[in-house]
């Protein structure tokens, strides 16, 4: 059964998260505070919204406007869940983590300057002056993993840490199909053709509101050439040498690990949900 459901709990009391930019505020206890007495606090509040449960106690959200010093308090980033947290409380993080981005980001219309409303019930946010209706942004990204013969195709960036190869991946353009997207990505940060595109599967990805579309696909032609500014190095990995691989959670590992245990005859690995 899943423990964290996301929704919009009606009751009083129950649980508060206290969020700023990626980061939650934690005690010794963990990140769910007692909703009442969070709100004695007088903490400076952008906003409250009502999240979903969690083990069926209601969870709120309480996006704050600066992180707040307290006595036995600290402020713990959503990536240090990434690799500790176990799934379910992972998943209510990155939906609070997004959900708290938006209300901060869709404070005012885009249209008109008016200030916006958050709607009960439902996750928008309203314009009452030109009725603009703003909904939690999700953008579409691909992410692929390239093979060639028994080698893999596997990138980083500068941003990664020290060590770390991990698969392509970049941004959904308006006009173009997932598809298209894994065929100009490629052919930019690496300056490789590829065929054969299989979808895999898909993953929410709250860094900061990306959809993950996961590929397979294989090397057509073209020599690697990384693109200045995004590719630090790609290179083509053979199984049995692999670098640093992202984090299990993530479906960058997933592609890897699914294409590592086909070859090796093993059952499938389960992407988490
Ligand atoms: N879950 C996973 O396994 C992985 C997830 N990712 C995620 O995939 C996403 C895309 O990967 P990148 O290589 O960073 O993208 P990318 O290759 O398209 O390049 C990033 C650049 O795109 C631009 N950009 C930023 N936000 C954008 C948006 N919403 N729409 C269009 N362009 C935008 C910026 O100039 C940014 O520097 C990121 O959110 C990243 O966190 C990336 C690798 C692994
Ligand atoms: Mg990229
Ligand atoms: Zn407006």
């Known amino acids: 059964m899943q423990r964290w459901v996301s929704g919009h709990p009606q009751e009083s009391g129950g649980w508060a998260l206290a969020h700023y930019r990626q980061s939650f505020l934690a005690d010794a206890n963990g990140l769910l505070f007692p909703r009442e007495w969070l709100r004695r606090q007088e903490l400076p509040l952008l906003a409250e919204q009502p999240l979903g449960w969690f083990e069926g106690q209601p969870v709120h959200l309480f996006e704050l406007d600066r992180p707040v010093e307290m006595p036995g308090c600290s402020w713990q980033g959503l990536r240090q869940f990434l690799m500790g947290a176990e799934q379910d409380t992972f998943r209510m993080l990155g939906y609070a983590t997004q959900i708290g981005t938006w209300l901060r980001q869709h404070r005012f219309c885009g249209s008109c300057g008016g200030r916006m409303q958050a709607t009960a019930g439902e996750r928008m946010m309203h314009c009452p ?7 939690p942004r999700l953008s579409p990204s691909m992410i692929v993993l390239i093979t060639r013969g028994d080698e893999i195709l596997l990138a980083r960036s500068e941003r990664f840490p020290p060590g770390m190869y991990s698969t392509l991946a970049g941004f959904v353009e308006p006009g173009e199909s997932v598809e298209q997207c894994v065929h100009r ?45 995004e590719i630090e190095d790609a290179r083509w990995f053979s199984p049995d040498q692999l670098p640093m691989l992202p984090p299990p959670r993530s479906i960058s590992r997933y592609l890897i690990d699914l294409y590592l245990a086909r070859r090796s005859g093993l059952p499938d690995p389960v992407l988490p949900d």
Do not use: K, T
């Open 129 to 135: 002056n030109c009725d603009l209706q703003h909904y």
């Open 185 to 229: 990505e490629v052919q930019e940060e690496v300056g490789l053709q590829v065929r054969d595109l299989q979808y895999v599967g898909s993953q929410g990805w709250p860094f900061p509101h990306s959809l993950m579309l996961g590929f397979h696909a294989r090397y057509e032609s073209g020599d690697i050439v990384p693109e200045p500014g």
